[in-house]
């Protein structure tokens, strides 16, 4: 903007000297051009080739170069709306997860009947009518949004007062957890002797002998390798917590490895230090 | 272990003797305080005929956690810390008033000396209260003076109590090793200080963030520990209870810090009973009792225990969950009655004969109670829910509560006209 308004005088000047220039340099092509080409005049209009060569350096054109200069600031400094704001407000009907206001950091605070989001949107956590307010004894100078049940309520309510809670259930017959999971069984896999089977359909059979797997290679299926043993009929001994033998064994064994790797960690470090020097 | 005991080896070292095994704890024959001669042979009759310290450790010696455990087994527990016992095991015991260092001998004389002032004080401010006590009302300025002269003056006269014993090692050891005597001020005040430390802290923060405080009372501020415990163990402020650990009434433990003996009132409110007609919660009391007598030295009450002909004016009844419904809070509230004088317990039985929807807040306007303590726990349906309502006959047993569809808001045009 400045740029432009800053070169307006000079276009000026330019144009006032330029025909008398040109007449004298294109006497011989013609003799046709015209103080009228300082007048506004749209690009679409269907000039001759020729004068449009001629009035070239005349229009207002902004090359490339002049174009970009700025840009990446113009936009930086003016972003897109984010939509923040009162998506309800005061008195307004909302129901659990009704978003009623969008910040961005905790401009206000959620009040009775209201929480935060993660992004510090407050919503509803229960149908009533959205109320703005101010509660001292809580905090000082925080504002709060809370949801109040009657249309014509108050908030905030007195501290010491009991506070005002719905239920908001139904009563039904009670359904045993062994009832349940016969509901819930189309999720539910069995796994027997002759594959899986999900819900009533069978697994495809994949995981059959030894096929290309991931990484080329010709073997089982992970899960089929993981039964190995128990189809061997290996059984691994009980853990006996008192077996202190054992236990003395592995925690033994497990000082020894980490021996060898704070070991092994002082030699790299020693190896990067030589590296540096 | 190794490190607990290296880390004791106090400059007593020196006084220690030869090899002293087994010594007898917190005794020392004033007889042989400073001889570094072995002791070995005059206590060598008694230690044939005693059993070998593995065998009957000693709780004021033992340092081993095996030891340790099965002395607590047997009931006995061990007196202060690990470290302290083990300490104790090398040391020569000596009292404080022989220990061979100057100048902690000159700051004993001087807190000694700070102790005969307040002494002194304590007697003189006596006389003063007698004097004041004597003189007749119209002469000490109208009985509001008097009374609010004498009130001040107690409170002065409880302040030097403390004071005058504070400063005393052996008071803080013998508070720290859990025997102190509560019968007296200035135990009652470390206990005090103690607990305020921390476990009110805690006490407080839960009865405030679950809302119990102004869901069940207006106003609560606990001067008295109280502990709960249910089958013999502890529950914590809040803690969830299982159902049929809670069919019996609970045990208490409430430490009141002040002297002399109150009479309070015990009552166990539920405020979060479902109530489906008018879609919010209503209440219940799943005990109350009244007249029941606490001192600092008294602390134990078994609700359970308590006299049905002049205490208990509702018994306990088992708290239980429906399936699906918001946890309960099951809050204990301890009120104190006023002046600590008996409610009359037969009109009070006429009059609460009924569970439902009594409220707290009424009880404590029409008696003139103040809440002094309390104490919270939860329940929610579990695995032991049912069996327990089957055995206490509750008669929603086979309804189970779910959320309620809530209706959406009517959909709103995304492009109404006036945005065209």
């Known amino acids: ?277 | 272990m190794v490190h607990c005991e290296r880390a004791s080896k106090p400059l007593l070292q020196c006084l220690q003797k030869a090899s002293t095994k087994g010594l007898p704890a917190l005794q020392v024959s004033s007889t042989r305080t400073f001889q570094t001669s072995a002791r070995v042979q005059e206590e060598a009759q008694s230690e044939a005929q005693k059993l070998p310290f593995n065998k009957s450790p000693d709780p004021a010696l033992v340092s081993s956690p095996r030891l340790e455990r099965r002395l607590i087994r047997q009931g006995i527990s061990p007196v202060g810390s690990r470290r302290r016992r083990a300490a104790l095991q090398g040391s020569a015991n000596i009292p404080f008033a022989q220990l061979p260092y100057q100048c902690f001998q000159e700051a004993r004389k001087v807190l000694l000396q700070d102790r005969e002032e307040k002494l002194a004080d304590i007697t003189r401010l006596r006389e003063k209260i007698s004097r004041l006590e004597a003189r007749p009302t119209e002469e000490a300025g109208g009985e509001q003076v008097k009374k609010s002269r004498l009130g001040g003056m107690q409170k002065h006269l409880e302040h030097l109590k403390v004071l005058a014993d504070i400063n005393d090692p052996q008071v803080k050891k013998k508070f720290e090793d859990g025997q102190g005597d509560m019968s007296k001020p200035i135990y009652r005040y470390l206990a005090d200080q103690k607990w305020r430390e921390y476990r009110r802290k805690i006490l407080v923060q839960r009865i405030t963030q679950m809302k119990v405080i102004p869901d069940v009372l207006p106003h609560c501020d606990p001067i008295v520990d109280t502990k709960l415990y249910f089958n013999r163990s502890a529950v914590q402020p809040g803690d969830f209870v299982l159902a049929n650990a809670s069919t019996t009434a609970p045990k208490l433990d409430i430490q009141l810090f002040e002297g002399g003996e109150k009479l309070v009132t015990i009552a166990v409110v539920d405020p979060d009973v479902p109530n489906l007609e008018t879609d919010g919660f209503d209440f219940r009391t799943h005990y109350l009792a009244v007249n029941v007598p606490i001192s600092a030295t008294s602390t134990k009450v078994d609700l359970a225990q308590l006299s049905v002909e002049s205490q208990v004016v509702l018994p306990w009844e088992a708290p239980v969950t429906q399936k699906g419904s918001p946890y309960h809070r099951l809050s204990l509230f301890i009120l104190e009655q006023k002046d600590s004088q008996p409610l009359d317990f037969a009109a009070v039985k006429a009059k609460e004969s009924v569970r439902d929807n009594q409220l707290l807040r009424t009880l404590q306007g029409r008696y003139h109670l103040k809440a002094i303590g309390a104490h919270l726990f939860r329940s929610q349906w579990d695995e032991t829910t049912l069996e327990v309502m089957e055995k206490i006959g509750f008669p929603l047993a086979d309804v189970e509560l779910r959320r309620k569809k809530i209706d959406p808001l009517p959909y709103k045009r995304r492009n109404p006209s006036t945005f065209r």
């Open chain 1, 1 to 277: 903007m400045l740029q432009s308004r800053f070169l307006t005088p000079m276009r000026l000047l330019e144009r006032a000297i330029a025909p008398s220039l040109r007449s004298s340099q294109s006497l011989t092509r013609s003799s046709t051009t015209t103080p009228s080409s300082i007048l506004p005049r749209p690009i679409s209009a269907t000039p001759s080739p020729l004068s449009s060569r001629l009035l070239l350096p005349l229009s207002q054109v902004r090359h490339a170069s002049h174009a970009s200069q700025g840009a990446g600031n113009r936009h930086s400094r003016d972003p897109a709306g984010k939509r923040l704001g009162a998506k309800r407000s005061g008195g307004e009907y909302v129901v659990p997860g009704c978003i009623i206001f969008r910040q961005r950091g905790t401009k206000w605070f959620p009040g009775e009947n209201c929480a935060l989001g993660r992004d510090h949107t407050i919503y509803a956590t229960e149908a009533g009518y959205v109320r703005y307010y101010l509660d001292p004894e809580r905090h000082p100078d925080r504002k709060f949004i809370g949801v109040c049940f009657e249309k014509e309520g108050k908030l905030p309510t007195p501290r010491n007062a009991p506070s005002r809670r719905k239920l908001n259930r139904v009563a039904v017959p009670r359904i045993d957890i062994a009832d349940e999971s016969t509901a819930r069984s189309d999720l539910t896999a069995a796994v027997g002797a002759d594959g899986v089977m999900v819900a009533s359909v069978t697994a495809a059979s994949a995981a059959q002998g030894p096929q290309l797997r991931p990484g080329y290679m010709y073997r089982e299926a992970n899960w089929q390798i993981g039964r190995a043993a128990e189809k061997a009929g290996i059984t691994a001994k009980p853990y006996n917590r008192k077996n202190r033998w054992l236990a003395w064994r592995k925690r033994q064994a497990r000082a020894d490895r980490a021996a060898q790797m704070k070991s092994l960690k002082n030699k790299k470090k020693a190896k990067k230090g030589k590296g540096g020097r």
